[in-house]
Structure formats: structure tokens, C-alpha cells
């Protein structure tokens, strides 16, 4: 603990220090602007393919006659756009602007990472396009076809590498823990992404040593690619945000190496019950409850620190999202671990709970942390204040309304499917019909996420081009009550 | 922590761990698996452990057995539309889940029933029925005539499915002369039938995806997985 209460990334008050966050920031400006607008892009593109898809599961004749926008198709899409290009692109802004921040190290050659950021939403462009015509190739979370993937994974190496020389040439002693995570990430990432297309795509590995490959890889998108990152932002601006410093430096140690220890094992979970040697489902289930650990270290960790200050928390439009995202992380991870218990498994598995889930982890959790980031890092890069708090307040409670209207519908009508299908006696098509009104929910829940989205891209736009209507404040945009800050 | 080279190496390592006992160990330990005879016929000689070693009975056809011609292709179909999203193709166990009792396969499957597959499609998802048994449950022309209508459009023969139409697989066009054989035969009064004077046929594309959905099959037994009456 005392190594953070002098190191830690706390806000300071030194204008030396301010000064030369201020340079760091400069430096890597451009590249982080692009990466930014780039996500928020990908963000609005995914939602509209996440409204087709949601409304075609339960009206199935809507959109159909194009065969370009067949479910399969669309669903592919989304998730495409939404994990490399809304989480990733999101990911290199915020991971790589707070990695340079920490390690003091202003990013050098940044027109390389500009240019390998444009190549990369290049390549993710083609793939989209190449899902819609066809080309998909069916393996989950590996959609983009064969013709896109070495560009992205070039692309990715090029991006990558500036949080390794940002690590590099860093100034000073100490490592924080957002350091920890990140540097992880940046190594995971491209090791199983480069082992799942060879073993997948490229040379097919025997049978279903291809679904083990699969599910160690998807599952560790989650695991080890948006987790690492979200818990480094968080641990990042949890401490900046409210002036004092992380609760316990031993806490965040086991919690990063529980997590590097037991994560990566835990995907096989996904094929509990499939044709694969049972020792392998074994060993993703032991890794799976391990799980959590890491994640009740974390929670007591991140909840410690913000203990005593929850005003605060409400009022920084920041910090409401983080805190929403680390409560999130905590109650999705022990879902999870019990998902992975055989018994409850036999009812989830090919089911609706399984998607309810996913957006859980991947929304609730990474996605509202990532706003927070970019609620953070917007005025220190633009040294412009937010526009509109209001957009700021919609934002929130369209997305953490229409996230738990989604995963409370998917989660309870996918029990109720996995139920009903292990009961032989009740014919599927009643099975198919009785989950249709929990559908319907989710199809309204994308409408507040669609709605919270606009709010979020308006304000985010405003703020950059319509520079003159942004006038200069007396501080930061806060939420809530006026004290301290001027809210409109 | 300052100590970096143990934050790498520990980096390194606990992706290592999982690569190497997940990945590597499952591709030698299953990577190898080849085609076998139904059953095994035990011989004189006897293993480490004193039980008598099994081979493959002579003359006997191998299992899986490989895919052929139409059918090959109509794989691809299957994957370009997205199919796995909402059917999956594997069998559990009787008594997990209710797989056997619902006819989607007379046995569990097992890793070698995939092993001549170059693109696994196992699935996660049973927003629909489980398919790897869908040819033993739909066979000859009747199966073939009832997968056309249901890819058409799925409520023709299926009331209350969600499964989009694929009728973008299909030709609708007016009748010149003849009627062709291969067109498809509504029932009476259905809403989807095209206009008289007008037929729905196959295309190519169709006929694939349709010949591949046939050859799904369990209609054989494995050593590790005999089919049990």
C-alpha cells in the first residue's frame, strides 16, 4: 500500500507533473483521437446490426428476402464490429493513452500507430463486408474471413508494440497494476489470435481439437484481451478520480495473477457435455470456479477504495460508469463460475442465458468502463469540458437500463428454455414460441441501448467539431448537485 | 512489483500452461484419431495391463465414414449462411440434457465422429433443433421435399418456427410448357404458395445445402460409442 499512496496515479497538484502529462498526452493526441472516433463509429454500425438481428429472432420473415442480412450473416457482423471494432479500437485509445501515462513515456514515431490504426479498421472493413456476402467462416468470434484476418493481425502487432516501448523506455521505479494488466493483454491478445486462425483456418487441426482451440481462444478475448484492459482503467481512474489511493497493493497483485493463472483454462466450459475427453471439461470447470477468486479480490479491492466517497462517484461522470462496470464484473464473473458447474451447464448450455451472459461481460461490464475511460480522457486530450451533462445523465441510465432489461430477459427466459428443452415431453416448437416474449424484450432493451448510444455519440461529436458552442467552464461537467463544478 | 523479469516470465507462463495443456495436449492426445470398424475383435496377445489386445475387425467398412459429392458442398452453404448460430451438431449423453430422448441422435457423439470434418461445427446454440442426426430423421425424397419447404420458408411445415426463409435459395418462376419435376409441392391453401401459372425449384445451391442436411447421419456404431437398442 505505501508503494501506491507515493507512486500511484492519484491526482496530483504538482505543475511539474501536471506539465508533463500534459506533454504525454500531446503526443499521443492524434492517434488516440483516431482510435476513439473510430470506436464510436463501430459502436453506432454494430447497433444497427444488433436492432436487425434482435428484432429477426423473434419476427423471423423481417429483412429476409436479402441474403446479405440472413441472421446468421448479421449476427456475425455485429459481434465483429463490436468486439474488434468497438471494444479494440476503444481498447488501443484508452489502453495505450494510460499506459504512456504511467510509464511517463510520450509515444515516439506516432504517425506508425495512426497509419497501423487506420490499416487495422481497414482490415476490419473488409471483413465485415466479406461476413455479409458469405465469406463468414462459421467458427465463433473468428468470423472475418481468410482474406482479412493477416492484415488485422499486422495491423494489430503495429498498435501493440507502442505499449511495449511506451513500457520500455518508462521513467521511474514503480509499476502500477493498470501497467500489469495492459502489458498482459497486449502479449495475450496477438498469441491467441495468431494459434486460433493457424489452428482453425489456416491448418485445421484434427476434429474437434479445432472447438477446444475455439473456446480457449473466445473465451480469452473476454478473459485476457477486454478484461485486462477494463480492470486497468478502472484501476486507473478509480484513484485519479476521487484523490486517494487504490485500498491495497497485495489485493491487486493476487487479483492479476489469480486472474493470469485460472482464466485462461476456463473456456472449455463451453463445451461441457460436447464430444470432446471429459479431463479437459474437467479442468475449464476448476478453472472457471478458481475464478473466483481473482474476482472477489478485485470487488473488495475496487469497492475498499471507493468506500466512504459514493457522492462523489454519482457526481463524476466518469466514475458512475466505472463503478456500474466493476459491480458488474463482480456479479457476471460469479455467474459465470456457476454457469461452469455441470448441473447448471445441462440447463444453460444452447441456450439464450449463454447470450444474456456474453452482453453481460462484454456490456455491463467492459463497455460501461470504457465510457467512463473516454469520459476521462476526452477533456485532458482536447482540453475541452463535455457539452452537455444532460447527454451525459441520458447516456447513463439508457445503457444501464436497457443492459439490465437484457440480461434479465435473455437470463430468465434462457433458464426457462433450457428447462423446458431437457424435458423431452415438451415439443420444441413449444420451447421456440415460450422464449418469444422474453426476445421481445431484449428487442426494446436494444432501443434504450440505441438510444443511450446516440446520446453518447452526440455529445462526443459536439464536443470535437462544434468547438464554438463548447464554452469554457470553471471545471470539469459534473453530475447531480452543483457543488464544485459548473453543471449546466 | 519491480521485479520484471518475473512479471514477464509470469506473463509468458500462465498462457503457456493453458496452450500446452489445452491445445497441445488435446491435439496428441485426440489429433491422431483415425477411421475404425464399428467394433474391435479382441486377439491372443495380451497388453502391459493382461487384457487382450483389440483391432479392427478385417473387411469390416470404416467409421466415420468419408463425405461425398453434393453433399461436400452443401457444407459450404451451411457455413456461408451462418446455420451454427442456431443448430448445433452434437449429441450428449442420455441423461444430460435431453438430447437422445428427443431423437436428435441414437447415440452420444464422440471426438471421432468428427475427426475427417476440415471445418468442425459443433455449435452453441439450439435456438433450433440439434442437427447431427437431422438425415436419419428425414430421409429419401419425402426428408428431401420436406427440407426444401422448410428452408422456403420454415412455417410452411414447421408452425410457429422462427428460423428465418431462405428463399433467396430459390428460383420463382413462371411455368413455360411443363412443369419441372424438381419444383416444390406446397400443401393445399398455403399462404407460400407462388401464384398459379408460377413454381418454386431449387437452386444448385439449395440442392447442396439440402444434400449436405441429408447426409448428417448416426447410423453407425464406434468402439467407444456403440449404439445401444
Known sequence: MSADQKQGPYSSNSEA?????????????????????????????????????????????????????????????????????????????????????????????????????VFWNIGLTVGIFGILRGDITSVEWLEIPKYATPLLAISYA???????????????????????????????????????????????????????????????????????????????????????????????????????????????HHLIGGPIPVWLISAGIVASVMMVIPVVVVGINHHMSVVGLHKEVWRSPTLRFVVFGAISYTLVSLIGSAMALRTVSEITHFTHFTVGHAHHGVYAFFTMIMFGGVYYMMPRLLKREWPSSFLIKLHFWACALGITIMVVALQVGGWIQGLEMNNAEIPFLEVVQNTIPWLKARSVSGLFLTMGHIAFAANFFWMLFVAGAVRAKQGPTLLGSNEGGAVQ | MKNLPLLFCGIFFALAFSFTGLILTSHIQIGSLTQTTESLEATDDLDENGMPVMVMAEGEPLYPAMPVGLAQQGKDIY???????????????????????????????????????????????????????????????????????????????????????????????????KPSEEALTFPPDSEYAPETGYEVVPTRRAKALVEYLLSLKINYSLPEAPILE
Not at chain 1, 221 to 236: E, H, I, K, Q, S
Request: aromatic share 16%.
Open chain 1, 158 to 268: 503495429l498498435i501493440g508494440v507502442w505499449g511495449v516501448m511506451a513500457f520500455r523506455f518508462r521513467k521511474g521505479d514503480h509499476v502500477y497494476v493498470s501497467q500489469w494488466y495492459i502489458l498482459a493483454a497486449l502479449f495475450w491478445f496477438p498469441w491467441l489470435y495468431v494459434v486460433a486462425q493457424v489452428m482453425i483456418i489456416w491448418l485445421p487441426a484434427r476434429g474437434v481439437v479445432q472447438s477446444v482451440t475455439n473456446w480457449w481462444f473466445a473465451h480469452n478475448v473476454l478473459g485476457l484481451w477486454f478484461t485486462p484492459m477494463a480492470l486497468a482503467t478502472a484501476y486507473y481512474l478509480i484513484p485519479k478520480v476521487l484523490g486517494r489511493p487504490i485500498y491495497s497493493y497485495y489485493l491487486s497483485v493476487l487479483g492479476f495473477w489469480a486472474l493470469a493463472i485460472f482464466y485462461n483454462w476456463a473456456g472449455i
Open chain 1, 17 to 117: 507533473v501536471r506539465l508533463e502529462l500534459s506533454q504525454i498526452d500531446a503526443s499521443i493526441r492524434s492517434a488516440a483521437l483516431f482510435f476513439v472516433i473510430s470506436a464510436i463509429t463501430w459502436l453506432l454500425i454494430g447497433t444497427v446490426f444488433a436492432l436487425l438481428v434482435a428484432v429477426k429472432a423473434h419476427q423471423p420473415n423481417f429483412a429476409s428476402t436479402f441474403e446479405f442480412l440472413t441472421f446468421g450473416r448479421v449476427r456475425s457482423a455485429h459481434l465483429n464490429a463490436m468486439a474488434l471494432g468497438w471494444a479494440s479500437n476503444i481498447i488501443f485509445a484508452v489502453g495505450l493513452w494510460i499506459m504512456a501515462r504511467l510509464c511517463r513515456a510520450p509515444i515516439i514515431h506516432k504517425g506508425i500507430l495512426f497509419i497501423a490504426g
Open chain 2, 79 to 177: 457455413i456461408s449462411m451462418g446455420c451454427i448460430y442456431c443448430h448445433s451438431q452434437q449429441v450428449r449423453r442420455n441423461e444430460f440434457g435431453a438430447d437422445i430422448e428427443r431423437g436428435w441422435g441414437p447415440r452420444q457423439t464422440v471426438a471421432r465422429d468428427y475427426i475427417l470434418q476440415e471445418r468442425v461445427l459443433l455449435g452453441t446454440m439450439r435456438t433450433g433443433p440439434d442437427l447431427a442426426h437431422l438425415g436419419g430423421r428425414y430421409a429419401g425424397d419425402a426428408g428431401r421435399d420436406w427440407n426444401h419447404l422448410h428452408l422456403y420458408n420454415p412455417r410452411i411445415v414447421s408452425k410457429g418456427s422462427t428460423m428465418p426463409p431462405f428463399a433467396f435459395l430459390y428460383d420463382v418462376r413462371q411455368i413455360v410448357g
